[in-house]
């Protein structure tokens, strides 16, 4: 993560949201002390989150660690062993009848009766949910399919479908979006499209989950990241938040280096290689002391990235690679 920073921005916080502001906003999904047991093995081990309307939840962890059981128990598909889980307000359970135009679901295997064209497995779901032909042929353009539509989706390539897998999951402008792997199979641009989508409809006030192993691409787009290891929640927070509990260096660079900073007694302990380098948590602290001690406006902070973050916090909960232990 690189940030060129307004530093009196940054020390004012003024680009985040506040604290009252985030807990006024509504909670789509709240899981607490989620398990799921098949048979004697434990999938889920008291798993708790919450997303908020309008926000984004990406959903990381090893092969099996556990992220489409939970997305599928968001949906209902199956029921926890044990805990609750609130849905728009209403018990999962509750939820479920409504859950058809409430929720969209790309599952992680996405395939469609291939004999069907393009067209027609969106205009069966838009039937299903209620929603009109004129929306179809609107995302039908909108995900570059118009040439294709009237083809059957065996002739389809991988990302193609894809896409329509995607269309059929945003059909109905869902408040909750539930997304498992939505980029594998997209080029660069289909992915960049469907970032875009998201951000619409969290403006929108959509919710969305988006389970990846595409940590780079879903990096600059989430607003929370649950990291999951054998079932266990590892971390949960935004990026600052993971980063401050990772054992990486964030550093700053200047654009020309000050002897006010050389000099200062504080910021010499965190000199190195004509950077500034500190853990993630005494940020505010040196980004205040260059501000206000040495009066220093330019300079550029570099965050570690997200999926450094993920591989410190995943080595420091399993001691070892996930498949080596
Ligand atoms: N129906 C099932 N019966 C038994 N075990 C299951 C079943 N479904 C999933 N599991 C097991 O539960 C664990 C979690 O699976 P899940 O599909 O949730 O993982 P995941 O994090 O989505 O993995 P991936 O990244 O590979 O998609 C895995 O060990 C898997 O083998």
Same mark, same amino acid.
């Given at each position: 993560?690189?940030?060129?920073?307004?530093?009196?921005?940054?020390?004012?916080?003024?680009?985040?949201?506040?604290?009252?502001?985030?807990?006024?906003? $509504?909670?789509?999904?709240?899981?607490?002390?989620?398990?799921?047991? @098949?048979?004697?093995?434990?999938?889920?081990?008291?798993?708790?989150?919450?997303?908020?309307?309008?926000?984004?939840?990406? =959903?990381?962890?090893?092969?099996?660690?556990?992220?489409?059981?939970?997305?599928?128990?968001?949906?209902?598909?199956?029921?926890?062993?044990?805990?609750?889980?609130?849905?728009?307000?209403?018990?999962?359970?509750?939820?479920?009848?409504?859950?058809?135009?409430?929720?969209?679901?790309?599952?992680?295997?996405?395939?469609?009766?291939?004999?069907?064209?393009?067209?027609?497995?969106?205009?069966?779901?838009?039937?299903?949910?209620?929603?009109?032909?004129?929306?179809?042929?609107?995302?039908?353009?909108?995900?570059?399919?118009? @040439?294709?539509?009237?083809?059957?989706?065996?002739?389809?390539?991988?990302?193609?479908?894809?896409?329509?897998?995607?269309?059929?999951?945003?059909?109905?402008?869902?408040?909750? =979006? =539930?997304?498992?792997?939505?980029?594998?199979?997209?080029?660069?641009?289909?992915? $960049?499209?469907?970032?875009?989508?998201?951000?619409?409809? *969290?403006?929108?006030?959509?919710?969305?989950?988006?389970?990846?192993?595409?940590?780079?691409?879903?990096?600059?787009?989430?607003?929370?990241?649950?990291?999951?290891?054998?079932?266990?929640?590892?971390?949960?927070?935004?990026?600052?938040?993971?980063?401050?509990?990772?054992?990486?260096?964030?550093?700053?660079?200047?654009?020309?280096?000050?002897?006010?900073?050389?000099?200062?007694?504080?910021?010499?302990?965190? @000199?190195?290689?004509?950077?500034?380098?500190?853990?993630?948590?005494?940020?505010?602290?040196?980004?205040?002391?260059?501000?206000?001690?040495?009066?220093?406006?330019?300079?550029?902070? *570099?965050?570690?990235?997200?999926?450094?973050? @993920?591989?410190?916090?995943?080595?420091?909960?399993?001691?070892?690679?996930?498949?080596?232990?």
């Amino acid at each position: 993560m690189k940030v060129a920073m307004n530093a009196a921005t940054q020390v004012h916080g003024v680009n985040h949201k506040s604290r009252a502001e985030n807990t006024m906003s $509504q909670l789509a999904i709240q899981l607490t002390d989620v398990s799921l047991r @098949y048979n004697d093995f434990i999938a889920l081990d008291s798993v708790s989150f919450e997303v908020e309307a309008g926000h984004t939840l990406a =959903l990381l962890g090893h092969n099996g660690a556990g992220k489409s059981s939970l997305i599928k128990i968001i949906l209902g598909l199956i029921p926890p062993t044990s805990g609750t889980v609130t849905i728009l307000g209403q018990s999962a359970q509750e939820s479920q009848a409504h859950n058809c135009v409430r929720l969209g679901y790309l599952p992680e295997d996405a395939s469609f009766y291939d004999k069907l064209t393009g067209c027609e497995v969106l205009s069966y779901f838009a039937a299903l949910k209620g929603i009109s032909q004129r929306r179809v042929e609107t995302l039908i353009e909108e995900f570059g399919l118009e @040439y294709a539509q009237h083809r059957q989706l065996k002739t389809y390539s991988k990302g193609m479908k894809q896409r329509l897998g995607v269309a059929q999951a945003i059909l109905a402008e869902p408040k909750i =979006l =539930l997304l498992d792997e939505p980029t594998v199979g997209l080029d660069p641009q289909a992915s $960049q499209f469907l970032y875009g989508k998201i951000n619409q409809l *969290k403006q929108a006030g959509c919710a969305v989950v988006i389970s990846t192993h595409e940590l780079s691409l879903v990096e600059s787009h989430l607003d929370r990241a649950l990291i999951m290891a054998k079932g266990k929640r590892v971390a949960l927070g935004t990026s600052s938040e993971l980063s401050r509990g990772s054992t990486l260096k964030t550093s700053i660079k200047f654009t020309e280096l000050s002897e006010r900073v050389k000099s200062n007694a504080f910021l010499q302990q965190f @000199y190195c290689d004509d950077l500034l380098q500190f853990s993630a948590a005494q940020k505010p602290e040196i980004v205040q002391h260059l501000v206000s001690q040495c009066q220093i406006f330019d300079f550029e902070i *570099k965050e570690p990235r997200l999926e450094d973050i @993920y591989h410190d916090l995943m080595g420091q909960a399993l001691g070892s690679p996930v498949g080596q232990s």
